[in-house]
């Protein structure tokens, strides 16, 4: 199995020359997408094969990288599950760039570096030793900055990639400590010899702090997620998709790897931080999405959301398995994974959905946009599917997993500790106020983008995206349905994954009645998602019908009311910033410093009145900021190195030589 | 033979409550008449309402989409599932266990979720009001919701409203701190959701402080019926929803003689009636918040409720 996956990363690396060798050719894109398509759908087809016969871990090592280790490939249930995960968005991403790629300015700038990027993604979830880990790692990181930097000549997208680059060399820093770690004085860095080390209590917890600082910050932990939301954007909207909906989660798959196999039995208090940051940055997360107004941003906004939620769950399921509550561990790790997999889902239709909306009218500026239904039906209708889906609202797939987290957290009182008493509670309201905030987020994303009235004549006479764009969309959407109303298959194929991971399961849903999902009991919760969308169905139809037969089916159009107020310019309706007000006023006077200024003219002038919106990002202005002002600092003193004589010079590498020297003298 | 007499029994409360729904909203209206000393609207002018409406002819704002005119057959219809799924007169009905009380909560966040992008849809000022001041007050009180759910949840062992209805009416229950801090919590919820006074005002128009009102501002005709039924609904079903988990007493257990379902929709009425009366009295009672009082409001609720729950989870007493 393992060799079948590895020819797949083979021939998608094998894609990238041929790009390059087409770059002038018009057919590149359909022969590039094509291919990647055709390979990331058989990746995924085997990982699901291998997810559902569930055969023994498979295992391969290539006499490449360090001499005395080898490569070592390996796939066991977590990792199939991530590949179907990864195959998944990959597949979609292909399809959609067969038509979005023709909207591209610089084709041949992102053509060499999508399959790479997906090759390399593949690889870390593979990855079964340190060093091919955090090699395939920085390999997705760099294909990934190249393709966030494609469209290099906007200012705003040079800055993103260098931020970019800055915190993934940072994250790749403190995995390496990590693995270092992890690994010994010895190099044991195959991941089999780490497993069967268990590390001290105290080296256990440095390395869980470190994988949280490294996974986190790829995954887009608050606060080290300063550069997601510039850099998801930048890119093309397929490698957003792509690194919204997939690389978050292969970061997901490193710190599970680590945390949950790697480290052995967990410490009740790791718990405590990794739920404290997850509700954090879940709040902190959609309260951002809110004050934006370019539709990527708030899309990368509401992915660091959804990791917090993650994160949140992940915690849960490390307190379980601290106490050995394997039923409950399981229960919380279900949930963590099925978020994981609907997220893939829904974030890479949204943004899709941004990219046919960018490519239609030349922007992502939501205030430039509206009335959108009226041009783009189709598109509307799949973006509003995928809104419903993550604002977790049933019969949609986000609601499985939110309730499935909710479920895990009213287990969470037979927990003996009492930090996790004051702690699990408290976890609990941020994840059901990010849920409510994230309702709000995409009403007002899709309210302000798809409804309304056109604000500019962009979206006045924007055109329906291309057939291919729609399928993948569709494709993605029907996807979100599923999983939303047949929950219960794909609790089952995770079965496998968690009883590797906790050593417990849920019990088997497939039999239950109408495929409802029972966690653990009937009488305790059961929740029915094909019978609530029958239902919802069955009843509007059956409504509608009698209503239009017995009552009146006559439609006539006028002017809207607007309780008599004709307002012939679209300016006049509510914009994304005046709907984030209330909000704003409510949560982002705490949280941004947000202050409102309003400026009138004095009675008589004809000047016009002035409101000043002002909200400082407390984060950037606190941990950010400092860090760039120092490294600066630093800068300017070292500079004075540059301009030395030969003779200072050759007396600071040998003053450098002595003190090295002395120092491993004195060494012990 | 059970699984038709079941059968029955949801479809009797389905009906039920689509036929009780607007009788409430009337009562509670003609007992705000009479406390303000008027004369007020008779009892069944709501039904009479609704038929005009439906028999009159939509009138949609040209700049309309398509989803404006299938979202009032959505919220209808998920309102009306929500409410059928909890225990009236009867716990344990056939479809009871479909959804528990957060999914029940989420399908009517699912129906405020389109009625707020219904606001938005015609490309008015007063839409956008409405709407954006809708998802507002929801992102209190949809949190507060589930921490009150929470903490009951944490007391009867269950999500399961018909387990947890049983549960409050055994004896195992005794007076608890958390669920007392839980039912202040509910009916601030049940109050902000239902726009009534002080949060929101339903019997104004024209006025900068409606929210609901303004959001719904152009639908017309049995649009517009579809929409007030929903809203009547949805009264109904908060109503319910205190009264089986704070008033359970008379439900009729899953399996019973017929005079005990009897006994269960007498008892039922008249917690309806009591509560509506308590409603009335309390909304004549008070004034109309501004808007930005609210959210202190909800979060006072939000607040009482991570109370009830926290308590839970310290010690098994409270």
């Known amino acids: 199995m393992i060799s079948y996956a590895l020819f797949g990363v083979l021939a998608l690396v094998a894609i990238a020359p041929i790009a390059v060798a087409l770059s002038a ?42 001499p005395w280790l080898g490569a070592h490939f390996r796939i066991d249930p977590l990792s199939a599950f991530f590949l179907v995960t990864v195959n998944l968005g990959g597949a979609a991403a292909s399809l959609f760039a067969l038509g979005y790629g023709r909207h591209e300015e610089a084709p041949q700038r992102v053509l060499p570096f999508f399959p790479v990027y997906l090759a390399a993604m593949n690889l870390v979830v593979l990855a079964d030793d340190a060093f091919t880990f955090l090699v395939s790692w920085e390999f997705m990181s760099l294909s990934s900055w190249a393709l966030v930097i494609a469209n290099h000549r906007v200012q705003e997208n040079m800055r993103a990639g260098y931020v970019y680059l800055l915190m993934a060399s940072f994250g790749t820093l403190t995995l390496l400590l990590a693995f270092g770690l992890l690994g010994g004085g010895d190099g044991a860095y195959a991941f089999d010899a780490i497993r069967a080390a268990h590390p001290e209590i105290g080296t256990a917890a440095l390395v869980l702090i470190l994988a949280l600082i ?104 490390l307190a379980f398995k601290a106490y050995g509550m394997d039923a409950a561990a399981a229960l919380a790790l279900t949930a963590a994974l099925l978020h994981v997999f609907n997220h893939a889902l829904f974030k890479s239709l949204l943004f899709f959905g941004a990219g046919s909306v960018r490519a239609a009218t030349g922007t992502r500026d939501m205030e430039q946009l509206g009335g959108l239904i009226h041009r783009m039906p189709q598109t509307a209708f799949v973006f509003l599917v995928g809104c419903t889906a993550i604002s977790a609202l049933p019969p949609l797939n ?68 291309d057939t291919n764009s729609l399928a993948a ?42 495929m409802s999902i029972v966690p653990i009991a009937e009488s305790r919760s059961s929740y029915t998602g094909m019978l609530v969308f029958a239902f919802m169905f069955i009843t509007g139809m059956i409504t509608a019908f009698a209503i239009h037969r017995l009552a009146s089916d006559k439609i006539r159009r006028g002017p809207a009311w607007g309780c008599g107020y004709p307002d012939a310019s679209p300016l006049t309706q509510y914009s994304a910033s005046s709907f984030a007000q209330p909000i704003r006023r409510v949560f982002g006077s705490l949280v941004f410093r947000a202050r409102e200024i309003g400026e009138m003219p004095p009675p008589g002038s004809s000047a016009p009145a002035k409101l000043t919106v002002q909200v400082r990002d407390l984060i950037w202005d606190a941990l950010y900021a400092p860090i760039a002002t120092a490294v600066g600092f630093i800068a300017v003193r070292l500079n004075y190195l540059q301009f030395l004589t030969i003779r200072s010079y050759l007396t600071l590498v040998f003053a450098a030589l002595v003190i090295l020297l002395m120092v491993l003298a004195t060494w012990p | 033979m059970a699984v038709i007499t079941d059968f029955a029994q949801q479809s009797a409360q389905m009906l039920l409550v689509l036929l009780m729904a607007p009788l409430l909203t009337g009562f509670v209206r003609k007992v705000k008449a009479r406390l303000l000393s ?36 959505l919220v209808f219809a998920a309102t009306w599932v929500a409410v059928s799924l909890v225990p009236t007169f009867r716990s344990g009905l056939l479809f009871s266990w479909t959804a528990d009380l957060i999914a029940i909560i989420a399908v009517l966040g699912s129906a405020r979720f389109f009625l707020a992008l219904a606001g938005m849809d015609a ?18 009180a949809e949190p507060a919701m589930l921490m009150i759910v929470f903490a009951i949840a944490l007391i009867a062992g269950s999500t399961q409203l018909s387990t947890m209805s049983a549960f409050m009416n055994s004896a195992d229950v005794g007076l608890r701190v958390s669920l007392g801090l839980a039912l202040i919590a509910l009916i601030i919820v049940a109050v902000a959701e239902n726009a009534r006074i002080p949060v929101d005002n339903p019997a104004t128009h024209l006025e900068l402080t409606m929210v609901h009102e303004a959001m719904v501002l152009e639908y017309s005709g049995r649009h517009l019926a579809l929409i007030e039924l929903a809203a009547s609904l949805k009264l109904l079903l908060y109503v319910s929803l205190i009264a089986c988990l704070f008033a359970p007493w008379g439900i009729s257990p899953a399996i019973a003689a017929p005079t005990l ?38 979060g006072a609720a939000l607040m009482l409720a991570l109370l009830a729950t926290l308590l839970r989870f310290v010690s098994r007493s409270f």
């Open chain 1, 25 to 66: 050719s018009p057919n590149a894109i359909s022969v590039v997408y094509g291919a990647c398509l055709i390979v990331t759908l058989i990746l995924f087809l085997l990982a699901l094969e291998t997810l559902f016969s569930h055969p023994a871990a498979s295992t391969v090592t290539l006499p490449l990288g360090l």
């Open chain 2, 123 to 140: 490309g008015t000022s007063f839409g956008g009001i409405g709407s954006s001041r809708e998802v507002m007050i929801a992102s209190l």
């Open chain 1, 398 to 465: 986000g609601f499985v997993s939110e309730w499935l987290s909710f479920q895990a957290i009213l287990l969470s009182p037979q927990l003996p500790s009492w930090g996790l008493k004051l702690m699990v509670p408290a976890v609990g309201a941020l994840l059901a106020l990010s849920a409510a905030l994230a309702g709000a987020c995409f009403v007002r994303a899709f309210g302000i983008t798809f409804l309304g009235r056109p604000r500019s004549s962009a979206a006045e006479t924007a055109q329906e995206t």
């Open chain 2, 261 to 298: 379902l009897l006994v269960g929709a007498a008892a039922y009425i008249g917690k309806i009636a009591a509560l509506g009366f308590l409603l009335a009295v309390f909304e004549t009672s008070i004034a109309k918040m501004r808007v930005f009082r609210v959210p202190e409001f909800l």
């Open chain 1, 214 to 317: 490294g996974a986190g910050s790829k995954a887009g932990l608050v606060p080290l997620h300063a550069w997601l939301p510039l850099a998801h954007p930048a890119a093309p909207s397929h490698v957003s998709a792509l690194m919204s909906g997939v690389m978050t989660k292969v970061a997901v798959y490193g710190f599970i790897r680590i945390t949950f196999d790697l480290l052995g039995s967990p410490q009740w208090w790791w718990s405590l931080v990794v739920l404290g940051v997850g509700g954090v940055t879940a709040v902190m997360g959609v309260l951002y999405a809110l004050m934006q107004s370019d539709l990527k941003r708030v899309l990368a906004y509401s992915t660091i959301e959804n990791i917090g939620l993650i994160f949140a769950s992940l915690g849960l399921a």
């Open chain 2, 38 to 73: 008027r004369q007020g609207p008779p009892l069944l002018q709501p039904y009479r309402d609704l038929i005009r409406l439906l028999r009159k002819d939509v009138v949609l704002a040209n700049n309309a989409s398509w989803l404006f005119r299938v979202i009032p057959y």
């Open chain 1, 473 to 514: 969309m569709y494709a993605l959407a029907a996807a979100c349905l599923i999983a939303g109303v047949l929950p219960g298959l794909f609790i089952d194929t995770l079965a496998p994954v968690v009883q590797q991971l906790t050593g417990g399961r849920l019990p088997v849903q497939t039999g239950a009645e109408w």
